[in-house]
Antibody
Framework: QLQLQESGPGLVKPSETLSLTCTVSGGSISSSSYYWGWIRQPPGKGLEWIGSIYYSGSTYYNPSLKSRVTISVDTSKNQFSLKLSSVTAADTAVYYC?????????????WGQGTLVTVSS | DIQMTQSPSSLSASVGDRVTITCQASQDISNYLNWYQQKPGKAPKLLIYDASNLETGVPSRFSGSGSGTDFTFTISSLQPEDIATYYCQQYDNLPRVTFGPGTKVDIK
């Protein structure tokens, strides 16, 4: 059974860089059949796609966050990571990692449980 | 950018009722539209993809329809376990992904 687990600091100071890792178990992140993505959800609000990565390192980012986002992959550890720079209180959210099949249809079929990141001094 | 709207933003219905949620795109998105269910404190769960295809394992009381700019999500007979927020999600070939603002469904 595929599982995704987010990990990282729950508290980040304003202007610093948020860093999260998603560990994939029960499947290989190097499969040619999937992309891997990050989605976030501010408390009490809706979902926002951050970006996706392929095992080869190809990335796609939300244009509204592109200047601050870096997503990377470590196939040796079966992990992919998110870095969001220059954070503000508006970046406080539950951050989810998710799997996206490489079909024409862009959907997210497996999700991590999510991790809350609070931006505060 | 494509904007997504959902209506209503919330609704209350009785067990057994038929529930309908609409999602509208600001421009033609063909059938590039998925629906998710999110229960409190949980990650979203995919229910419908490409506007009308039921994800494997999802109960048949859930259905979707539509194309172009107007889409509908229906629960044919609301069950207590269906209490959740429902989101539509569109995509394009750039690729970009946008979620709708959500519809919260409660039991009356």
């Amino acid at each position: 059974q595929l599982q995704l687990q987010e990990s990282g600091p729950g508290l980040v100071k304003p202007s610093e860089t948020l860093s999260l890792t998603c560990t994939v178990s029960g499947g290989s992140i190097s499969s040619s059949s999937y992309y891997w993505g990050w989605i976030r959800q501010p408390p009490g609000k809706g979902l926002e796609w951050i970006g996706s990565i392929y095992y080869s390192g190809s990335t796609y980012y939300n244009p509204s966050l592109k200047s601050r986002v870096t997503i990377s992959v470590d196939t040796s550890k079966n992990q992919f990571s998110l870095k969001l720079s220059s954070v503000t209180a508006a970046d406080t959210a539950v951050y989810y990692c998710a799997r996206r099949p490489t079909t024409v249809t862009i959907l997210f079929d497996y999700w991590g449980q999510g991790t809350l990141v609070t931006v505060s001094s | 950018d494509i904007q997504m709207t959902q209506s209503p933003s919330s609704l209350s219905a009785s067990v057994g009722d038929r529930v309908t949620i609409t999602c509208q795109a600001s421009q033609d998105i063909s059938n590039y539209l998925n629906w998710y269910q999110q229960k409190p404190g949980k990650a979203p769960k995919l229910l419908i993809y490409d506007a009308s295809n039921l994800e494997t394992g999802v109960p048949s009381r859930f259905s979707g329809s539509g194309s172009g700019t107007d889409f509908t999500f229906t629960i044919s007979s609301l069950q207590p376990e269906d209490i959740a927020t429902y989101y539509c999600q569109q995509y394009d070939n750039l690729p970009r992904v946008t979620f709708g603002p959500g519809t919260k469904v409660d039991i009356k």
